[in-house]
């Protein structure tokens, strides 16, 4: 008898099982039936051109930049140039009390002509054989070493002159007339604006995706309405080890009257230009986690999710590595709504 229930229970719960499999598969498909497909948007991949920059602070310098300083201190006789005055190659823009070192120059130059003279007039006693050979080179040695020290009062003098090295503006003028002026320390300065550069410095990783002749774009935050194109026309041949950080300049393509020497700047530079990238909307990127970003695509009428790998941001648009293929579907309406699977209707 036990027998016997034993071999009928052996060939009834495989029935039982297939029965409870049969009405959960019914009650699937009624679930799936009652789902209420989601009016959606869509729009197709499409490769496009993409250019990944590198975006960096600079500042604005002139094209000629000079701090002067006196190499001998004095007292500022007279500045002959003023704050704001146009200045040639050349033009003296502050002269130093120069009384002491004028009047020692006057003594040398004359010690020299004296010197001369001599020399001249012996030249004729040592033809005659009236002076010996070595008298003769005593006195010429007397006239160089007197024309060496005109020279050097001389080089003195000029020193208390202070000129311009290049056209250019003067931009400031320290200390006062009748103030002392100590050796060394910049009295003025002198830029030349004509043309402008912008220097910046690049990251380590970066460096080596620019060159010279490299386009560039620059913006300010003082002059909004303002953007600039130039070539890079100067890269560093050291990083620096402070911050690892390679010295870039910039010419600018044309100049603007209000951009001042030191004016912060903001810096675009290419790094790479790809020319059938995948661009999608971060709007409709979803980030499930730190690192899942995921779309939805429209696919025979259901939602598909795509987990993405992304790449470089150009505005609001950022370049999908891996996850879409051109002629892609996506759903950029309406993907609030949607799991993977969803049916899904498209209305535009």
Known sequence: MKMLKRIRLFYIAPLMVLFLLACNKGENQNHAQNIQPVDVQIEIVKPAKFTVSIQVSGSVKAYEDAKLSPEEGGVIKEWKAKKG????????????????IKAGYDAAEAQYKMA?????????????????????KNIQYTRDAARANADLMKARWERTQ?????????????????????????????????????????????????????DAIIT????????????????????????????????LSSNHPKLKSDMMAKVKL??????????VSENI??????????VY?????????????????QGNKIDVLEGLRTGDRIIIAGYQKCINGTPVIVTR
Do not use: C, W
């Open 116 to 136: 001369e003279l001599n020399l001249e007039k012996q030249k004729e006693v040592y033809a005659q054989q009236g002076i010996s050979e070595l008298q003769y």
């Open 162 to 214: 202070i000129r311009s090295p290049f056209d250019g503006v003067v931009d400031n003028t320290l200390p006062n007339e009748g103030e002392f002026a100590p050796p060394g320390v910049p009295i003025t300065r002198v830029v030349n604006m004509s043309q402008i550069k912008i220097q910046t410095e690049v990251p380590e990783i970066d460096a080596g995706s620019i060159s010279v002749g490299s």
């Open 270 to 279: 290419p790094r790479e230009t790809k020319s059938n990238a995948l661009l």
């Open 85 to 100: 005055q146009h200045v040639k190659r050349g033009d003296v823009i502050a002269i130093l009390n120069d009384d002491m």
């Open 220 to 251: 300010f935050d003082a002059i909004p309405d303002l953007t600039l194109k130039g070539k890079v026309s100067f890269i560093g041949s050291t990083l620096s080890p402070a911050n690892r950080t390679l010295m870039v300049e910039i010419t």
């Open 297 to 313: 695509v429209e696919k025979d009428g259901k939602a598909e999710e795509r987990r993405l790998k992304l790449g470089a941001r």
């Open 285 to 294: 990127i979803q980030l499930v986690d730190r690192d899942r970003a995921i």
